[in-house]
């Protein structure tokens, strides 16, 4: 029987990371956090899509689509959490690259490593 740890190690065994300055201008920047973790602060331009919504926003077939998400699917597509990868962005690429999302990453160090990294971050008013 796996565990947490087995399922996070699988998920960062095929999940890419690329370092916060590395990043894309452009790319779309998905934040898998909750709507007020996002709301108190996150990676300038990014959009929220909490972990527990991915599946229904990313696939093409929900009725509940975002089609800003699944118009992108070819496109580099960049996640993050909180810190280094965690359990829910290595969980966000790989439910991303098994609903056919082709270029996505992790952020490595996450919203953290953005914010020393010196990256623009804003805030919700």
């Known amino acids: 029987m796996a565990g947490l740890k087995d399922l996070i190690g699988e998920a960062r065994r095929t999940a890419r990371e690329t370092r916060p300055q590395e990043v894309d201008e452009g790319a779309l920047v998905l ?3 909750e709507p007020g973790e996002f709301a108190k602060g996150h990676i300038a ?7 527990g919504m991915l599946e229904l926003r990313a696939a093409p077939d929900s009725p509940v ?5 699944t118009e992108r699917r070819d496109d580099p597509i960049f996640v993050y959490c909180t810190k280094s990868p965690s359990a829910r962005s290595l969980f966000a ?6 609903l056919g999302y082709e270029n996505v ?20 008013a």
């Not at 689509?65 to 998400?69: G, I, K, R, T, Y």
Request: aromatic share 2%; net charge negative.
């Open 105 to 124: 990453s992790v952020i490595e160090g996450g919203l953290n490593a953005w914010a020393e990294a010196g990256l623009p971050t804003e805030a919700d």
């Open 93 to 98: 690429a790989q439910t991303l690259a098994a």
């Open 65 to 69: 689509a975002d089609p800003e998400l």
């Open 45 to 51: 331009g990014a959009q929220n899509v909490p972990r």
């Open 31 to 33: 934040d898998v956090r």
